[in-house]
């Protein structure tokens, strides 16, 4: 290992609401890899990207090659030898390999683009990495994996300095990891730095030399990998925090009705053989790290994306769901992650939302009856106590609180029975997102049955009966409220096989 | 590029048909043989001359409109554009009295000016293509007959003064007319292949319509080859008013509406995505001769012009199938 060639000291950074970074710091040397770990939310992404101008930060120092830097944009960091290679890819799919690797730096010759020659050195550079990919191959007809490769050679031909790896595995097969690796030990040789994210503790200790842990915006400590072990680095990234009110035992006595089962489904990569039960008045909780296929999971279910196999059974009864409309007679609901970009229409009133799945209830001979509309959406505004001055008031003015519960109001009216909540609290305050807890309690109670995906552990472990946790898109393990804890939730959510 | 298309499966042949342009090639050779055998009339030599005076700026606006819509973008302003500067170029040689070699010229920068005007609002403003090139469309209508006060334009006839620009694109010859605009077009097709292929120009232009924030991120300057795109659209869409000037007579102010949908009906029956990044000339050529061969065609077996509008229709709705069949079985 080498001299330091970076060094982010005290980096502070403030999003309306959220302190996203807290004065980190941390440093990576010449010829090493440096993993950098937390849970999801843990302000990695935050630092990496205030780390290539993405976002500007509010205090702190950036030491790079022994200069106090400050980029503007992602080129120009890229221009100074500090490339990331994200997870989703950013590839030309129209355009060849070579001309991928090349593109904004193509060799001329006598003004025509010199497609001999770019072969010729990606062919070069390739093999210089031992990796087989054909220069001339169209790039969206490469796997998911070699489209990775090439972003990796491409930062390469570049000069990188420092490249960043952004979970650069969550997509490889097995066999792709270990060339990933071998490129990465490569780099390691040439005196590069190497800054790795990933969730997976394996590769953590197979690849990276130092772990830097994050936590709620915070540094919390670097280890030398080689001598910690797997529960030392969750430890740290789960803290010592005694969260408010976990549940201690679930709510759902034995023998209640089964009212969802879902049983071999299949649905792509990310959704691989689930199984499971939903009981009455149950509050099953979803967990599992980003990227862990719950999101498609509960899509699947819904039939908002394609099964491959798999079946549902409502009530003990095999029901068809291949489009959402099934779904929702079938008294399914689904609260999307991005409410502003699946679950409202932002510049409709209140009413006109809310009566969105079951607008037939609401029309006599094919006219709209604005009265009804108006009395039921009331109903269920004063129910869900939701502020607004009427119910005539934009969803786009209300605060994501507020708009949260009209899309809960709106899967109520439709009489939907089962709710599946992705992410139910994103983006909302604190004081909301009690409410939104309340509710949730007392649906249940009502008998509504609810599926909650969530990537808060804290959140997961107030709310659940019972906890399903994925990883890859399998469930790895299921969990009792009264026997779950965030060690062995994280362990689960870690699982890889 | 056969050997691309080898590495990818499937032997030379089989690969080329599987392409939109080998479908469009195939449905061109068939077209031919359906007139030749369905019409004696069409079996004559004014045949081609009646195709080729239809299919020059057509084809001139096909070729522009390929690179706005390999970026995934589109312009609709071609067909009144058309009529426009050719009715300110008949302004410039008659009311102005200047030569035709400068109404010309005037005719090709006006082409250009609205080319970089739609470039400049679609990359900078970051409007939809759509609505800007529709707006300009509207301008460029009103303003071909604001100029001439409603009047028709002409261009110089034969014999006369300045008639010279009438043999630019056919000659007569012992009583026979030679359409010679073959020969440009071929020109034209070349080079434009040559810069589509082989240039930065075509290169970062079908980059822009597959993944304009990988480009953005490899550091490529994404507003300037978005208007460079636009500007191509406009200077051939001059060009081509300089062909539908010297074919035709009489040019009626306010008309064209309707020419540029002929014009992205080719590129696309040539294969060219809507969706951006896949396009080349040669598809779009092929696609052009489709179009003008149902124009021209189709009244020989006795089907008149409403009968032409529904078949050309039903054919762009069969390639635009093609073209997302084809992008779907991409994504999943």
Not at chain 2, 145 to 160: A, F, N, R
Request: with cysteine; glycine share 10%.
């Amino acid at each position: 290992m080498g001299e330091i060639i970076l060094t982010m000291k005290d980096i502070d950074k403030t999003f309306p609401g959220v302190h996203a970074l807290d004065h980190v710091s941390l440093d990576v040397k010449k010829g090493e890899v440096l993993a950098l770990m937390g849970e999801n939310g843990a302000g990695k992404s935050t630092l990496m990207k205030v780390l290539t101008g993405i976002y500007k930060k509010d205090s702190g120092t950036i030491t790079y090659e022994g200069r106090e830097i400050e980029f503007k944009n992602p080129h120009e960091a890229q221009e100074a030898g500090i490339v990331i290679v994200h997870q989703e890819l950013n590839m030309i799919g129209h355009l060849t390999v070579a001309q991928n690797i090349f593109i904004g730096r193509e060799p001329l010759n006598g003004g025509l683009i010199d497609d001999a020659k770019m072969n010729r050195d990606a062919k070069k550079l390739f093999e210089k990495l031992k990796i087989e990919i054909d220069p001339t191959e169209k790039m969206n007809l490469l796997t998911v994996g070699k489209q990775q490769m090439c972003e990796i050679a491409k930062a390469i031909s570049r000069n990188a300095k420092l490249i960043i790896f952004d979970e650069p595995s969550a997509a490889l097969t097995d066999a792709e990891i270990e060339q990933l690796f071998t490129i990465i030990r490569d780099l390691r040789e040439q005196q590069l730095g190497i800054i790795y994210i990933s969730h997976r503790m394996d590769e953590i200790k197979k690849i990276t030399d130092r772990v830097t842990v994050m936590r709620d915006g915070c540094n919390v400590g670097t280890l030398i990998t080689k001598d910690c072990t797997k529960d030392d680095i969750i430890n740290m990234m789960i803290g010592h925090v005694i969260y408010a009110a976990p549940k201690t035992e679930s709510h759902v006595k034995p023998g209640t009705p089964v009212v969802l089962k879902v049983e071999h489904i299949n649905a792509g990569r990310m959704v691989r053989d689930v199984s499971f039960e939903l009981h009455k008045g149950e509050i099953l909780g979803f967990s599992g790290l980003m990227g862990a296929g719950r999101t498609e999971t509960a899509r699947a279910i819904f039939g908002a994306d394609a099964r491959e196999s798999g079946d549902i059974y409502i009530n003990g009864e095999k029901v068809k769901i291949t489009r959402p409309e099934e779904a929702v007679s079938a008294g399914l609901s689904y609260l999307s992650e991005d409410r502003k970009q699946f679950g409202l229409a932002l510049k409709k009133s209140i009413v006109e939302n809310s009566t969105l799945t079951c607008l037939p209830k609401f029309c006599r001979r094919q006219f709209i009856d604005k009265k009804k509309e108006k009395e039921v959406t009331q109903k269920y505004v004063d129910m869900l106590q939701l502020k607004t001055p009427g119910v005539d008031q934009l969803v786009i003015n209300l605060s994501g609180g507020n708009q949260q519960k009209v899309v809960i109001g709106k899967w109520l009216i439709g009489d939907a029975d089962i709710l599946i909540f992705d992410e139910p609290t994103r983006g909302i305050d604190v004081g909301a997102k009690e409410e939104i807890y309340e509710l949730m309690n007392r649906l249940a109670d009502e008998g509504k049955s609810i599926i909650m995906i969530s990537s808060e552990l804290a959140e997961i472990l107030r709310m659940s009966d019972r906890i399903i946790v994925m990883c890859e898109g399998k469930i790895t393990g299921e969990l009792d409220i009264a026997e779950a804890t965030q060690a062995k939730i994280m362990n689960l959510a870690t699982m890889r096989n | 590029m056969e050997k691309k298309k080898n590495a990818a499966g499937g032997s030379p042949l089989a690969r080329v048909f599987k392409s939109q342009e080998g479908i469009a090639f195939a449905a061109t050779i068939i077209l031919f043989v359906f007139f030749i055998v369905a019409s004696k009339s069409f079996r004559r030599y004014t045949t081609i001359v009646t195709l080729c005076n239809y299919m020059y700026y057509i084809l001139l606006m096909a070729i522009g409109v390929t690179f706005p819509l390999i970026t995934a973008g589109v312009d609709l302003s071609l067909g009144t554009g058309v009529v426009c500067y050719s009715i300110i170029g008949s302004f410039i040689i008659n009311q102005m009295g200047m030569p035709v070699g400068v109404g010309m010229l005037v005719t090709i920068l006006m082409g250009v000016l609205f080319g970089v005007i739609n470039g400049v609002i679609i990359a900078t403003l970051e409007l939809p293509p759509f609505i800007t090139t529709l707006c300009t469309m509207m301008i460029v209508r009103g303003l071909g007959s604001i100029l001439t006060g409603g009047l028709s334009g002409v261009w110089p006839m034969e014999g006369s003064k300045g008639g010279w620009c009438r043999n630019i694109l056919k000659v007569k010859a012992n009583g026979k007319i030679i359409p010679i605009g073959i020969i440009w077009m071929i020109i034209i097709l070349v080079i434009m292949s040559v810069i589509l292929r082989k240039t930065k120009v075509g290169r970062y232009i079908i980059a822009l319509g597959s993944n304009k924030e990988a480009l953005r991120l490899s550091g490529v300057n994404v507003v300037k080859w978005t208007i460079v795109a636009y500007s191509i659209c406009g200077l051939f869409t001059g060009l081509a008013a300089i062909a539908y000037a010297c074919t035709f007579s009489n040019i009626t102010p306010g008309t064209g509406a309707g020419l540029e949908l002929d014009a992205i009906g080719g590129a696309i029956i040539g294969g060219t995505s809507m969706t951006g990044g896949v396009g080349s000339i040669a598809g779009t050529f092929l696609g052009v001769l489709i179009i003008s061969l149902l124009k021209t065609g189709l009244p020989y077996v006795g089907l008149q012009a409403n009968w032409q509008q529904i078949i050309t229709g039903i054919v762009l709705i069969a390639a635009v199938t093609i073209d997302v069949l084809q992008h779907r079985k991409k994504t999943t």
